[in-house]
């Protein structure tokens, strides 16, 4: 008989229905029923991708004889942290405060009123590698929650206490300048793994918003350095076996140094967050590898990831059938030799193994290989290589295919709209530009409600009951902002505005300009979460930073303008301390000490060089660059307020900190103007 969970919108949450536990969701209603019962709580976060909670659910949330023990001693709770980010960041903080590491599945033992500990990750059926079994770890919690309730209060407390004295307050007037982010470049020099690219050992992520600063460093300073750093790490990712070498689109880590193995499993955020800054390597450098991989990820996420809806998909797993009906990390994207003999021949099969970097002994487990490009001599039959990826694809099409988490998370989708907007916008690829368009639509009508206030996901065309958080105002915002430079639509930047404006009201600490993750009217958890460090995602309050810059740049708002230079101040503190962990505070950092620079391109559309003077404002790599296009006498867009055709021909105006330049007709004067 299906749980408490068969009623839930999260795959994740959904995953667990059958299970025997009586699990709760997150709730007032789970938290009363353990005072009422006089029993502790078990708090379950994870996300429907992720391999270990795979196991841990299989191996002990099935089994009957520890669902009884949980039914009857603890009140379990299952929270999706896509789903609630807020909850999962609060404890994971206590998690790693406690034990000094943190992952998926989270374990933790809560009081009834929701203050933790006891903490972990995953817990094994049986002892292992010195970790207890669950079962332990059960009846040793039990035992302290009824022999030494005052201890475990006591503890419980403590740990509590001691998170309130983490709050941060990074905001004021404390903003970044040339020794902050030169410092940071140093600090990032020093953790770059040269001969591989990439920064730091296994595993290794990959470092898009680092490299996004790299490249506007670059741009802002002439650094060199900055570049090569940015263009190895990227060849590298793109040869290795974190790349889908058939179907395009990044997997979320290597577990090696490498990028040889990955860890299967595709997320959105990863993949539109690589795919801009590979379209942005391609703008600063030409480099025709990035411009095939920028499209074959944009085209990944909307061949597998766009929902019917018209947004997109958070995940797809990373373990799937290998077709004996049991379920393996990888099955789908690796191969033998014999595998490739058999799609292939002989000869052909022979080239594969060559080209695709397969061994007999495999690079992955029993034999199989990840495909990659290493580099080598030699020089390839372009046409043979292409027929001979179709043909691999095709068969590949034929396995069983990995799951794919359907939830529209609203952050990650406006991270998709930034990168296929400007990604269709550079090569001239308008279905990318309408997928954008789309996946933007759907944000307004079914996640922003006539308050503007987001909620975080969706599914099947029906919004969840998670209120959004920093992250998806910040997002969604820069997202909207990019669709206005690419298409010179006024209403996303007025959609912009919008959810920015709550970002002032709702998230920012009116003394010292510092920013929360959940909104002031929020649910109230044992502390209010705040974290600017960026990980997998740009923080909530690195992106909230560069959107109310852009935002101001496009629209001259002084208090969008000055919101962002306080929130920038933790970039001052963090840059040259924790370089890895601040790339998208750093980029915007550069954007601020650029100007940024503001272009209005006036002309009738349609016209041959109102195209070539807005393509060329979309391609100019001058940091953080906002491009409005219009008409002349349009009230579309701020910045083409007063600005006349020149001698009757579309011209473009370039503007920073207050002074511009003369007006130019030609696309080259403008290119020059915007190189950086």
Known sequence: MPNRLAHETSPYLLQHADNPVDWWPWSAEAFEEARTRGVPVLLSVGYSSCHWCHVMAHESFEDEATAAYLNEHFVSVKVDREERPDVDAVYMEAVQAATGQGGWPMTVFLTPEAEPFYFGTYFPPAPRHGMPSFRQVLEGVRGAWTDRRDEVAEVAGKIVRDLAGREMSFGDDRMPGEEELAGALLGLTREYDASRGGFGGAPKFPPSMVIEFLLRHHARTGSEGA????????????????????????????????????????????????????????????????????????????????????????????????????????????????????????????????????????????????????????????????????????????????????????????????????????????????????????????????????????????????????????????????????????????????????????????????????????????RRPQDPTDNATPSGWSAAAGALLSYAAQTGAAPHRTAAERALGVVKALGPRAPRFIGWGLAVAEALLDGPREVAVVGPDGHPLTKALHRTALLGTAPGAVVAVGAPESDELPLLVDRPLVQGEPAAYVCRNFTCDAPTTDPDRLRTALSG
């Open 227 to 526: 570049l090569q750093m940015a263009r190895d790490t990227c060849e590298r990712m793109a040869r290795g076996g974190i790349y889908d070498q058939l179907g395009g689109g990044f997997a979320r880590y290597s577990v090696d140094r490498e990028w040889v193995v990955p860890h299967f499993e595709k997320m959105l955020y990863d993949n539109a967050l690589l795919c801009r800054v590979y379209a942005h390597l391609w703008r600063s450098t030409g480099s025709e590898l990035a411009r095939r991989v920028a499209l074959e990820t944009a085209d990944f996420m909307v061949s597998e990831l766009r929902t019917s809806e018209g947004g997109f998909a958070s995940a797809l797993d990373a373990d799937s059938d290998d077709g004996t009906g049991k379920h393996v990390e990888g099955a789908y994207y690796v191969w033998t030799p014999q595998q490739l003999r058999d799609v292939l021949g002989e000869q052909d099969a022979e080239l594969a193994v060559r080209y695709y970097g397969v061994t007999e002994e495999g690079t992955f487990e029993e034999g199989a290989s990840v495909l990659q490009l290493p580099q080598q001599d030699g020089v390839f039959d372009a046409e043979r290589v292409s027929g001979m990826r179709r043909r691999l694809l095709a068969a590949r099409a034929e396995r069983p295919a990995p799951g794919r988490d359907d939830k529209v998370v609203a952050a990650w989708n406006g991270l998709a709209v930034a990168a296929l907007a400007e990604t269709g916008a550079y090569f001239d690829r308008p279905d990318l530009v309408d997928a954008a368009i789309a996946a933007a639509d759907l944000l307004v009508r079914l996640h922003m409600d006539d308050r503007a206030r987001l909620s975080r996901t969706s599914k099947d065309g029906q919004v969840g009951a998670n209120a959004g958080v920093l992250e998806d105002y910040a997002d969604v915002a820069e997202g909207f902002l990019a669709l206005a430079s690419v298409t010179g639509e006024g209403v996303w930047l007025e959609f912009a505005g919008f959810l920015l404006g709550q970002v002032i009201v709702q998230f920012a600490d009116p003394e010292s300009g510092a920013l929360y993750d959940t909104a002031a009217d929020a649910e109230q958890l044992i």
